[in-house]
């Protein structure tokens, strides 16, 4: 099953871990380039931030690609390399999962709930949200489900509105929760101590 080829890829990967901040960052070096880095909660165990690094065709390092947690904001003075700033305004995209499931949140949404439609596409692997006044539409995939090659399920899938925020969740399948709770078992054993 492709469980154990995802978590074997982490096995073997070059590991570097340490704690800072009440958080326990996890630097994975994988064998053909690719980088991960992980930040988890040093309490809760809760995943914070999981983020990609790839080397370009050239072989120069690439940008950080942040598949979970919250985007840094822009400091006052850094408008990037571009000199624009995004409105506030625009709707914001994030995931920040669970213990029991992976959530995304879209910020800045203000129309009602039944104005939404959350439904997922099977021929293309992916979740779509669009509003039937068609002032948004987004496609995204699982990237777990996909590593795992696990297939998306409809009746997993749910979504709420509050606060100008759609929340999506999907139901990790219990294949997922199971190799999480083995790498979080993995990654205790071979973290520092607690300088406490």
Known sequence: MAVTGWMESLRTAQKTA???DGRRKVHYL???GKEMAEEYDEKTSELLVRKWRV???LGAMGQWQLEVGEPAPLGA???GPEL???SNANPIFMRKDT????QWRIRNLPYPKDVYSVCVDQKERCIIVK?????YYKKFSIPDLD?????LDDALLSFAHANCTLIISYQKPKEVVVAESELQKELKKSSPANPE
Not at 99 to 102: A, L, N
Not at 131 to 135: C, H, I, R
Not at 147 to 151: A, E, F, K, N, T
Request: hydrophobic letters at 30%; a positive charge; aromatic letters at 6%.
């Open 77 to 79: 003075g850094n408008l």
């Open 99 to 102: 213990k029991k499931s992976f």
């Open 131 to 135: 509003t039937t006044n068609k002032k």
């Open 147 to 151: 590593r795992h090659q696990l297939p």
């Open 55 to 57: 080397k370009s065709a």
């Open 84 to 86: 624009i700033k995004e």
């Open 18 to 20: 340490l704690l800072q």
């Open 30 to 32: 994988f064998p053909d």
